[in-house]
C-alpha cells in the first residue's frame, strides 16, 4: 500500500493535512510527523515509530518541508540505512501533496508518478503581480 508521511518542522505537517482534507476528504493514507514541538522531541525515535508500523510491502511517500533542514536530513540518513520503501521529497506544498494523494493508485513507476507530481506542482508556484501586469498590457492594445 502507499502511504504518505508530512514531515515537517513544528505543526506545518498537520496544518498540511487538514488543508488536504479540506480538499480532498479524509485521507487515511496520510500521517503527519510535527518535529521539535517540545523540549523532550526526538525525532530518532518518532521516526522509527513510523517505520516501524509499517507492513513489508507498504511504500512510503515522505515528503519534508524544506530540504537541508533537520528533519529532511533524519529521512535522508535513513534511506541507505533501511529495509523499507522510502521515497523522500522536499519541499512539501499542498499543491504537490494534492497531486501525489490523488495520483497514489495508478499502475505507473512509482518514482516516474513522484517526479511527475513534482514537475506539476513547480507550474503551481506563480508570481500574481506578473499576471496582473500582463492583464494590464492586454487592456491597453485593446483600445
Not at 62 to 76: A, H, K, P, Q, Y
Not at 90 to 100: E, K, Q, T, W
Not at 110 to 117: A, P, V
Request: proline share 1%; with cysteine.
Amino acid at each position: 500500500m502507499r502511504k504518505f508521511l508530512l514531515a515537517s518542522h513544528a505543526y506545518l505537517a498537520k496544518g498540511m493535512k487538514s488543508s488536504l482534507e479540506l480538499i480532498l476528504g479524509e485521507q487515511e493514507c496520510v500521517d503527519v510527523l510535527c518535529a521539535y514541538t517540545d523540549e523532550q522531541y526526538d525525532i530518532k525515535v518518532e521516526i522509527e515509530k513510523k517505520l516501524t508500523a509499517l507492513q513489508p510491502e507498504d511504500e512510503l511517500i515522505v515528503i519534508t518541508d524544506l530540504f537541508g533542514g533537520s528533519v529532511n536530513n533524519e529521512f535522508t540518513s535513513l534511506l541507505t540505512n533501511t529495509d523499507k520503501k522510502i521515497y523522500l521529497i522536499s519541499g512539501m506544498n499542498l499543491a504537490l501533496v494534492m497531486n501525489l494523494v490523488v495520483n497514489k493508485d495508478e499502475d505507473a513507476d512509482l518514482e516516474s508518478m513522484i517526479k511527475d507530481c513534482m514537475e506539476e506542482s513547480k507550474g503551481m508556484m506563480i508570481y500574481c503581480n506578473d499576471l496582473l501586469k500582463q492583464e494590464d498590457v492586454v487592456d491597453e492594445d485593446d483600445f
